[in-house]
């Protein structure tokens, strides 16, 4: 199943989960220090979360990337700075996905998605809790990955579906 052939990315809406690449620990570094540059002190920090962040985890070619503000009053001018970087605003996710901005390398190609929350966000401390329990704990990341398959046989062109598909799966390893 390796997809070293392919660039990062992934058409709006379709669902694909490929194995593991070591080049996305590189792509979110690169993103981090663009983030880091362009949006200063506006982020505490800056964290490579969701599975491309779990080494050995399937995942789509995506790479999620969670950014902390100190308060609510910080998002327009983090909005401002990421829409100059090139990021697309797509609004409020919710109480379970922050503040999204997409990248695209193409049109509805997406590279990069972009959650932005405050620091004392719980969804904050949800990414990052989800992250490290999957990257210490092989029989959940298997689990998972076995789950990620099946939905995106399920669901190739329904990512509202696939993401759906995992909730219950996510809640439960964040109520462990």
Sequence with gaps: MADETRPLGLRRGLVRVV????????AFEDERRLLAEHLG??????????????????????????????GPSDLDECRKRL?????????????????????EREPNVRTHHLHVVTIDDPQWG???????????NANLRDRYAALKQALAAQFPENRVGYTDGKASFIRHVLDR
């Design 83 to 103: 829409c100059g970087l090139g990021y697309l605003d797509r609004g409020d996710s919710g109480a379970d996905g922050g503040y999204l901005f997409v990248k």
């Design 126 to 136: 949800a990414y990052l809790r989800f992250r490290d329990t999957l990257r210490a």
């Design 19 to 26: 194995s593991h690449q070591e080049r996305w620990q590189e």
């Design 41 to 70: 002190a506006l982020a505490i920090d800056v964290q490579h979360v969701g599975s491309t962040a779990v080494p050995s985890l399937e995942a789509k070619p995506v790479i999620d990337i969670a950014v902390a503000l100190d």
